[in-house]
């Protein structure tokens, strides 16, 4: 027997999320704690008269490869994915990790180097319609500290919403960061600058991540200023990275520091030209989620957070960001105590609470 909350997230995933439709094709990826949601997902693109493409991607070899792939290996040309990135029309990735920490002891420079060879499949991707879940594991259990069972339980709920709803107000939120000329970030070790002079931020309602919730934009590229501290801890290709300090001048990064995983950090900034600066700025506005879970698809969606993403901008044809780096890396700050953002002098989160 399927679990009735599977049938129903597969149901918003097609029907809403990426509105799959007659003749579409379809890649879907998962691995194997994600494949009961595969397979529904599957089921329904075929019965709309779609055309379905599953990849499966277990993961288990991933320590073998980073660990002894030649330099020629890791810069190979990704042919197979960019003819499947080419081929399909709309993309769905359903991710679980069998072991979160499973490259925690690979060289960072070597997952960079990586990551810029399968920029180009991830440019022609996000060009596209796509959705994005990570499905309850074990692994993901356990960084939470809780049980699995406790974890379905808080993702069904938070996935499982009328998101219809929920983008109403995402959008009004949206309309006051718009084309904003000040945006500024005060809090812990925090006094932030940012422009969003002709830019236009988007309501992450359920069409790009599950769980969503989420108002996002690109902050121009030489004008962000100041320091901002990162409390909450991120969990990024098995690296533990927290208390992370970032200043800035003139859009890019001068000075970073870590208090755990610094070394990750680090290596990040030196990818490429564009990781030194801002892809994204965000505030989070599910308050469905209560707390930190080391998740960074969770963590950056807790109502009254912001977050940062060092390095590429989503693509938007309106007043999207122009920044381009093979990472796209989510750092995340707690907004809760002595805390506020100010858009053209005017608060709009205060101490975690929206002013919308």
Known sequence: MVDKRVKKLADILINYSVSVKKGDKVLISA??????????????????GAFPHTIYSPGDLDYFFYKHATP????????ISLFLANWADKFIRLYSSNNSRTLSNIDPKR????????????????KKPWILTEFPSLSMAQSAGISLDELE?????????????????????KSKLDNAKKVEVIGEKTHLTLSFTNRFFQA???????????????????????????????????NIV???????????????????????????????????????????????????????????????????ALGSAYPDKEG?????????????KSMKKNSKVLVNGKPILENAKLLV
């Open 31 to 48: 691995n194997k704690q994600a494949w009961v949601l595969a397979k529904e997902v599957y089921k329904l693109c075929l019965k709309k």
């Open 72 to 79: 020629a290996q890791l810069q190979a040309k990704p042919e």
């Open 111 to 126: 997952l960079m180097i990586a990551a810029k060879t399968n920029q180009l499949v991830k440019t022609i991707m996000l």
């Open 153 to 173: 339980d808080i993702y069904f709920k938070a996935c499982l919403q009328d998101w219809n709803k929920i983008g109403k107000t995402l959008r009004a939120l």
């Open 204 to 238: 992450s309602d359920g069409k790009y991540n599950l769980p969503d919730g989420e108002v996002f934009g690109a902050p121009q590229d030489f004008q962000t200023e100041g320091q901002v501290y990162f409390d909450l801890p991120s969990l990024r290709s098995g």
């Open 242 to 308: 927290e208390g992370v300090s970032l200043t800035f001048k003139k859009g890019k990064v001068i000075k970073a520091i870590a208090e755990k995983g610094n070394k990750y950090l680090q290596a990040a900034l030196k990818t490429d030209s564009g990781s030194k600066r801002l892809g994204e700025f965000a505030i989070g506005t599910n308050y469905g989620i209560k707390k930190p879970m080391l998740n960074t698809l969770f963590d950056e969606k807790i109502g009254g957070t912001i977050h940062l």
């Open 320 to 332: 999207g960001g122009i920044n381009k780096s093979a990472i796209h890396w989510d750092l995340v």
